[in-house]
């Protein structure tokens, strides 16, 4: 989990940085790939949120049938 979280954080801020320095220009050609770029990037983060968001709910899910097992 935690070489995940490690991995997310480091994407949110390298593509932070390819958004700051590449998708400022809109001259020519560089409007058409400014899109691409764009596209990539949501449905990059679109990849981590659905990653987040499928372990938190096997972690919550581990977590709550170990307790359960632990009571019972």
Known sequence: MVEGME???RLITRYAI???LYLKTTVGAAA???GQLTEALLK????IL???S???RYYDRSTA???T???L
């Open 50 to 52: 659905r990653y987040l």
């Open 32 to 34: 058409a790939a400014k």
């Open 54 to 56: 499928k372990a938190r």
């Open 7 to 9: 991995l997310v954080s």
């Open 65 to 67: 049938s170990a307790l």
């Open 18 to 20: 390819f958004e700051s």
């Open 44 to 47: 990059l983060y679109a990849a």
């Open 69 to 71: 097992c632990f009571l």
